[in-house]
């Protein structure tokens, strides 16, 4: 085990990024065609092709699921997935033709500092592409993939990982792009929300503190505006799941969600969670085994929110929120 969502077996993870423009896309690319659903819970999402994630809609599988930032001008990104996906020969057979299934989410970092100036073109169609291309099992965490621009109230955000495994045998993972309105820490020290949950020291290992800031409750959020936001994850099992079971396994997992961030789920967020069954373990123990997946989901999620957190690394823009380690690594 990695700690990493590339321990579900069944999948690999790629990155892009444009430096200049400070933003970037990440693919989870299924090595055969997934089970998977979504839930949304944040107010403004920006989405695509995930009404066919619900229950009862016709498709059972997609090719890959994308996050990426640029906001709407992002939605361009699962467009060169899809691209990429065709020249591996992959997608929804009709007839001659193959049409991949890749839903995607987006984040709002067009106002990080990066060069948004471009022009009759956005790089993400080509960000996508080269996402799907680059897919590995390796996954860099932080200022990486679609949270290489991704801020929060107090820090710079980023693309975080982390994965479990279930007593029933069974592998969680979870890949996310932190780019809160809120703060993942409280008050204004390094100590995260999600401090119950770390294993082996993965973001730092501090714990809750002590005692609790007595303004720990007052809400740090980001912009008068409040629109600069959104957090997009991926929860896969190596489980064998039906769409429903996804459903209730994406909703589940938002719990960890609200476990990191502080205030997660607001009217101008987006924040949303895919989850994607890679099926090679068929799901012995039935409603036992689905709600251990459950809880590991939700906690596998809080703790890739701190990792992004945690693991990034500074923009190189004017007023950009600084990281993690270089404010608190000494302690």
């Known amino acids: ?26 693919a989870i690319v299924f090595d055969r065609p997934a089970v998977a659903s979504i839930a949304t819970l944040g107010g403004a999402p920006g989405l695509r092709d995930t009404a066919l994630l619900e229950p009862e809609m016709t498709v059972d599988h997609v090719d890959a699921i994308v996050l990426s930032g640029g906001s709407a001008f992002g939605l361009d990104a ?21 049409v991949p299934i890749v839903p995607q ?38 200022t990486a993939g679609a949270g290489y621009g991704a801020t929060t109230a107090t820090l710079k955000g980023g693309l975080g990982s982390a994965s479990a495994r279930t007593a029933s045998g069974f592998t969680v993972g979870a890949l996310v792009a932190v780019n809160a309105v809120g703060s993942v820490t409280i008050g204004d ?23 609790f800031p007595a303004d720990a409750l007052v809400p740090r959020m980001k912009g008068a505006a409040l629109r600069e936001n959104t957090i997009i994850a991926c929860i896969a099992t190596d489980a064998v799941l039906t769409k429903a079971e996804c459903k209730r396994l994406a909703l589940a997992a938002h719990d960890g969600m609200a476990r990191a961030v502080r205030p997660a789920h607001t009217p101008m967020d987006g924040d949303t969670v895919f989850t994607a069954a890679t099926g090679h373990k068929p799901l012995s123990g039935g409603t036992v085994a689905l709600t251990e997946l459950c809880i590991a989901a939700a906690d596998v999620l809080a703790r890739a929110i701190a990792r992004g957190v945690y693991e990034a690394e500074a923009l190189p823009f004017e007023g950009t929120p600084p990281v993690w380690k270089d404010r608190f690594s000494n302690r």
């Open 105 to 142: 989410a987006i984040l709002f970092d067009l106002l990080n500092g990066g060069d948004k100036n471009w022009g009759r073109m956005p790089p993400y169609w080509e960000l996508g592409y080269q996402a799907i291309t680059s897919a590995k099992h390796d996954v860099k965490l932080g």
């Open 78 to 98: 699962a467009g060169g997935a899809m691209a990429a996906l065709v020249a591996q020969g992959r997608g929804f057979q009709v007839g001659p033709a193959r």
């Open 189 to 211: 020290g390094p100590h995260f929300w999600a401090a119950p949950f770390e294993q082996d020291k993965e973001f730092g290992g501090l714990g809750l503190p002590a005692p």
């Open 1 to 26: 085990m990695k700690n990493l969502i590339t321990d579900v077996p069944g999948l690999k993870i790629g990155e892009a990024h444009n430096a200049a423009a400070a933003t970037g896309v990440s």
